[in-house]
């Protein structure tokens, strides 16, 4: 067989999954991706995401961004807000700064998250095929086949096969106007199939049918659901409170935090045991639960509008998920969250997940890993089994340092923090 570039399919067209496809595109392999929402490019986010929700970016993601394109890492920082430290709001309404980095002035970055993903999208070149509003549904290890379902599922009707496998018919619409989801009739073939598919992950239970994969997640016992401090028109640049912090509301056994967006208003996270949760079932006890323990942010958002997005608004589970091994043979691995879910409290899941590509592209580089192959598709390569192997090994032990750290950040953020001396003791331990 002649020399043809190996075809990694991508499970997930999520900021991971993005990333990971742009960086083996570099580095000379075919790349597709399957996503199974629709596709954002293009679109106003504001229209598209009604509410904006964002999250924090630090050097480790910045880093990982910039080992693929230098110019990425720079376009997000331009469209990101620096947080320096943590605004500490106390019940009594004073506030107290923690600065992260007086020596170095090093600071954490806040994000809009669809526009993070969009402009990775976007980012990729036409080379790249991606299959928007595919939901991958299963995977043959036999063949390296997988199978997509959704209304734009390649169908092959009678008459038109064709060898290539890229026909495709559309799903259309059933009789009520509403997206018909099948399965492709026919699969798609890869030499590797990464999941990038989030908490989740179809590859991880797939990979879990022929190999000895241990499992674990567990869960919090907190939700966490999002509410919003629109902009304050009456003040400089909107900003009701400072726009270069992330703010905390601590109360020991749960906490509000707010991240800046760029339109003056923040993303506020109300983090609560779902007992309590339970407790507060009708308006006027989430009215006295908000107005005792967060009078700032009730003055500031209102009343109304704190209550409304407390009762319509989704509870989230946290969770931590830990997976060894994380690749199988030269034919799946898994990145991101759907090796490593973490609770969100050290802020890194996301950028722990971009430096899975990096880290990636330094086992592939240092076992020399070439863009080509000469293997017929499907086919075991033992180098690329012994690097990914290599990786999956190596990097276990960081992923799980990090979902413990994460862990223990939910204590310092919602309690520890409320002490000066444990601040001070910080700050001096980081000198
Ligand atoms: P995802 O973002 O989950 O993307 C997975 C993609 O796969 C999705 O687009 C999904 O549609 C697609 N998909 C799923 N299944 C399939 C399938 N079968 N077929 C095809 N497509 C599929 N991280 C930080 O670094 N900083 C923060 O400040 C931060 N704050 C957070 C706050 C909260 C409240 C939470 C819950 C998380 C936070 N995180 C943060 C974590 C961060 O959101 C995740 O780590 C990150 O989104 C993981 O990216 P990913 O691409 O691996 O997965």
């Known amino acids: 067989m002649g020399e043809r570039p190996r075809k990694v399919l991508v499970a997930g067209g999520g900021p991971v999954g993005a990333l990971t496809a742009l960086s083996l595109h570099r580095r000379g392999w075919e790349a597709e991706i399957w996503e199974s929402r629709e596709d954002p490019r293009g679109k106003d986010t504001r229209i598209t995401n009604l509410r904006s929700i964002n999250l924090a970016i630090s050097s480790r993601g910045l880093e990982a961004l910039r080992s693929v394109d230098p110019s990425l890492a720079e376009e997000f920082l331009g469209d990101a807000i620096p947080m320096k430290g943590r605004m500490i709001h106390h019940v009594d309404g004073k506030q107290e700064s923690q600065i992260y980095d007086p020596i170095h002035s090093q600071c954490i970055n806040s994000i809009s998250r669809p526009i993070l993903n969009q402009r990775l999208l976007e980012a990729l070149p036409d080379e790249i095929k991606i299959r928007f509003n595919t939901k991958l549904s299963r995977i043959d290890f036999r063949s390296n086949t997988a199978w997509g379902i959704g209304p734009d599922a390649k169908e092959v009707l009678p008459g038109q096969e064709h060898d290539d496998g890229k026909i495709g018919g559309q799903g259309g619409t059933d009789s009520k106007g509403k997206s018909k989801m099948k399965e492709d009739s026919e699969g798609t073939g890869f030499d590797l199939i990464i999941g990038c598919d989030g ?17 674990s997640q567990s869960f919090i016992p907190h939700a966490y659901i999002e509410l919003h401090m629109p902009a304050d028109k009456a003040k400089a640049g909107g900003y009701a409170i400072d726009k270069n912090h992330l703010h905390i ?88 969250d759907a090796s490593h879910s973490m609770v969100p409290f050290y802020g890194q899941g996301l950028n722990c997940g971009l430096e899975d590509v990096r880290v990636l592209n330094s086992y592939l580089t240092s076992h020399d890993i070439s863009p080509t192959t000469t293997l017929p598709l499907g086919q075991t390569d033992p180098i690329l089994s012994v ?9 276990e032990a960081d992923l799980r340092a990090i979902c413990e750290l994460a862990l223990q950040n939910y204590t310092e953020m919602r309690s520890h923090v409320l002490s000066p001396w444990h601040h001070l003791r910080r700050v001096l331990d980081a000198a």
Not at 199 to 215: Q, Y
């Open 199 to 215: 908490s989740w992950s179809k590859v991880r239970t797939e990979m879990m049918r022929v190999e000895r994969v241990d499992f």
């Open 249 to 336: 509301w601590p109360r020991h056994s749960f906490m509000l935090i707010g991240l800046p967006n760029k339109d003056g208003s923040f993303t506020l996270t109300l983090f609560l045991p779902f007992s309590s949760l339970d407790s507060i079932d009708t308006r006027d006890k989430a009215r006295t639960f908000f107005v005792e323990n967060f009078p700032t942010a009730v003055a500031i958002v209102g009343e109304d509008l704190l209550l409304d997005d407390f009762e319509k608004n989704p509870r989230g589970n946290l969770v931590t998920i830990n997976v060894s091994p994380i690749s199988w043979s030269s034919h799946a691995l898994l990145l991101g």
């Open 387 to 395: 690097a990914l192997a290599a990786y999956s090994r190596d990097r």
